[in-house]
């Protein structure tokens, strides 16, 4: 439980330069970079902790949090509420690329094959797109973040660390069978976006284990007409994608549990039950009882 003592007791203190360097020296460092190539990335050498002025931290700033998890665990929705809950930005990065895919901006029709195929995207692409999203949020003066999906490499993890102090990182984790289960019942919105699972997951507890139960989230009746599935949603290309995070982001777990930054949270069922017990790991069952009920 040492890693509970790093998150800040102050949550609601602004200042814009925490996120400064992130967009600042990432987008300066890879401006230049050919978005097809995944071997020429290298971490600049000034983005080290050996130079005090990319290094040091405002006192009083809002937290600066990483969600980690297997695709389809629940990452995006738990981040999001963390979100609304202190008032500081969630940025998906997962969101980015879809809002990518559908614009008609020149990397659209690159991603829509590396999505299709369940691969992942570059280290290039994603901090090209990072840095887009926090030079805009610094425009509009927001402080923190919850970061969604970044990082999800080694590379990644070094270069967040040399440009920005990340306070936490929680690790969200879910049984295999269940994270499968879950992302084949994914239903999207077609109209109004909203995200519904069709799936009810009702595995028994064996071997020492515990059981998971997780409802189904019903669409109300004016979506269910216009519900979709993810085209990368089939049970192949689930697969094909806890296959690659398996071996290309479980060192980025290591990586922040060495430096005692990583808080593991074994999600016990859907969101009625996870809930309260996530804002209890992270102490923050006092900051809106509401909220922890809804």
């Not at 994608?241 to 005692?260: A, D, K, Q």
Request: charge should be neutral; charged fraction near 25%; include cysteine.
């Amino acid at each position: 439980m040492a890693v509970l003592s790093r998150i800040p007791k102050t949550l609601t203190r602004t200042t814009t330069s925490s996120i400064k360097p992130l967009s600042s020296y990432i987008s300066r460092s890879f401006s230049s970079t050919t978005l097809n190539s995944e071997t020429d990335l290298k971490v600049p050498s000034f983005l080290s902790c050996n130079s005090p002025p990319l290094c040091q931290e405002p006192k009083d700033r809002n937290v600066q949090w990483v969600f980690l998890g297997c695709p389809g665990v629940g990452k995006g929705t738990y981040a999001s509420r963390l979100s609304s809950l202190l008032g500081i930005p969630h940025i998906a990065t997962g969101d980015l690329v879809r809002e990518e895919l559908n614009s008609s901006g020149t990397l659209s029709s690159q991603l829509k094959e590396i999505v299709n195929q369940g691969k992942l995207v570059s280290d290039e692409i994603i901090i090209s797109l990072l840095s887009k999203r926090l030079e805009a949020g610094e425009a509009k003066g927001e402080s923190g973040f919850i970061l969604d999906g970044f990082p999800r490499t080694i590379r990644q993890a070094e270069i967040l660390e040399g440009v920005t102090d990340i306070d936490l990182v929680v690790n969200l984790k879910l049984r295999e069978e269940a994270l499968l289960a879950k992302c084949l019942g994914r239903r999207i919105c077609s109209h109004c976006g909203g995200n519904y699972n069709i799936a009810c997951i009702d595995i028994k507890g064996e071997n020492g284990k515990p059981g998971i139960y997780m409802a189904p989230l019903p669409a109300p009746p004016q979506c269910v007409p216009n519900l979709i599935q993810r085209a990368d949603d089939t049970e192949e290309v689930v697969k094909e994608r806890l296959r690659i995070y398996n071996e290309t982001s479980r060192p980025v777990e290591e990586f922040y549990r060495i430096r005692r930054k990583l808080l593991e949270f074994d999600l016990p069922g859907g969101i009625p039950e996870a809930w309260p017990k996530l804002l209890e790991a992270l102490n923050l069952g006092h900051k809106d009882k509401h909220i922890a009920a809804a």
